[in-house]
């Protein structure tokens, strides 16, 4: 089996995906735009072999590196970089090489729009917020006479809450409009609730090989006010999640695929939407949860996700026995612009028996995810808002 990987590199626990390829016996190409002498060891030991471009931006450059990939090895099976960025380009290379194994041109659209996301939950009867396009300033104030501040606007393709603002009233959408740029955006009713993903594993039959649960913050608040990021990844998954989360794959059609799907837990009623408790449909991701979430999933699970991932690809079914050992993954993050209570050396006094990982976060990252991370492996959920509490608490 040929694989071509594109980015391999980054995230930079991107090589285990690699890695478990290479040891289920499958060539994995990589192109990417970082020297191969940069890359990290592990990575070049997991790569057949790698063709570095000047950008990878430049959409004929990799084109070509496909297909000498294809000439020299022959037929490629996939091709895939389990990013967002990627993900239009991803779905490009496909087509263009009659690669089945993945989203192809025509469907990119559904998986990338905001807007378009709504008629697949819909067919899914997964409930979710309304929203409107974005055109005039006349047409926006039309929707929000219908659904009422607050309101959400955002751009309709992005990730991360980049360029993501909350409007309270009139002064706030005039200011929207003054402001926004030429990207297009869509409108959506504001809607009270804990974000959590539900993140899966699909086979050819998007079937879920394995499931998580992600609890996180509003990230368009971590971003906008600056605020401490912290989110938990646990083993077990309200069962509505896991059912509503198993119809969205199957409406997207997701197949095989790691995928980051996006829900609202109400923290009150909602007309329309569902009582408390209940989980309303947010956004889709087609690739992986960010940063090191998969490594948290492997820590709760006390599993490995890369392997699920890679038996997908050359077996399309699990082959890692399903693990009773749970726990809580936690990662709290620290802003260098505060002043916290506790240094770093007495958060490794106090945790550094349950620290999974701690190091400084990549510029790029660094408005979603903090400058300093700590991740730790904690029995239940008191001892996880224990946690979160001592990394986060500030001098007054």
């Not at 329309?272 to 998969?294: C, H, Q, S, W």
């Not at 492997?298 to 026995?321: C, F, G």
């Not at 709290?332 to 190091?359: F, N, P, V, W």
């Amino acid at each position: 089996m040929n694989f071509v990987f594109i980015s391999p590199n980054f995230p930079h626990t991107y090589w285990n995906f690699c890695d478990r390829l290479h040891k289920n016996g499958v060539n994995v190409l990589g192109i990417g735009d970082t020297p191969y002498d940069a890359l990290e060891d592990r990575l070049r030991q997991s790569l057949t072999e790698y063709y570095k471009v000047n950008s990878l931006e430049d959409y004929d450059e990799v084109y070509r590196a496909v297909a000498f990939f294809a000439f020299k090895y022959g037929r490629i099976d996939w091709v895939e970089s389990n990013n967002e960025y990627w993900l239009e380009q991803d779905a490009r290379l496909r087509t263009d090489f009659n690669i089945q194994t993945g989203v192809q041109s025509a469907q990119v659209e559904q998986f990338k729009s905001k807007w378009e996301m709504k008629a697949l939950y819909k067919q899914a009867n997964v409930p979710s917020a309304r929203s409107s396009r974005v055109t005039t300033h006349a047409a926006a104030k039309a929707f929000l006479d219908e659904v009422g501040y607050p309101a959400i606007v955002k751009p309709e393709v992005g990730v991360g809450a980049t360029r993501t603002w909350k409007l309270e009233n009139d002064d706030d959408l005039a200011s929207f409009f003054a402001d926004k740029s030429d990207v297009s955006y869509v409108i959506e009713e504001f809607v009270e609730g804990e974000i959590c993903s539900y993140d899966a594993i699909a086979d050819s039959q998007c079937n879920p090989l394995f499931e998580s649960m992600t609890v996180w913050p509003p990230v368009m608040d971590i971003v906008n006010k600056q605020l401490d990021l912290m989110y938990y990844t646990a083993a077990e998954l309200p069962e509505q999640l896991k059912e509503r989360g198993r119809a969205t794959v199957k409406a997207f059609g997701a197949a095989r695929r790691f995928v980051h799907l996006e829900f609202f837990r109400l923290t009150k009623a909602k007309k329309g939407l569902g009582k408390k408790g209940d989980f309303v449909g947010l956004e889709v991701n087609m690739r992986p949860a960010g940063g090191y979430t998969p490594d948290m999933m492997n820590w709760a699970h006390s599993t490995d996700v890369y392997q699920i991932w890679a038996d997908m690809v050359t077996a399309d079914k699990r082959l890692l026995p399903i693990s009773n050992d749970h726990h809580y993954c936690t990662y709290a993050s620290r802003r260098d612009i505060y002043k916290y209570k506790y240094t770093h050396d007495e958060i490794m006094q106090r945790y550094g028996d349950r620290m999974l990982m701690c190091e400084r976060m990549p510029e790029m990252m660094v408005p979603q995810m903090g400058n300093q991370m700590y991740t730790v492996k904690l029995n239940d959920l008191k001892e996880t808002e224990e946690f979160i509490s001592f990394v986060h608490e500030k001098i007054d």
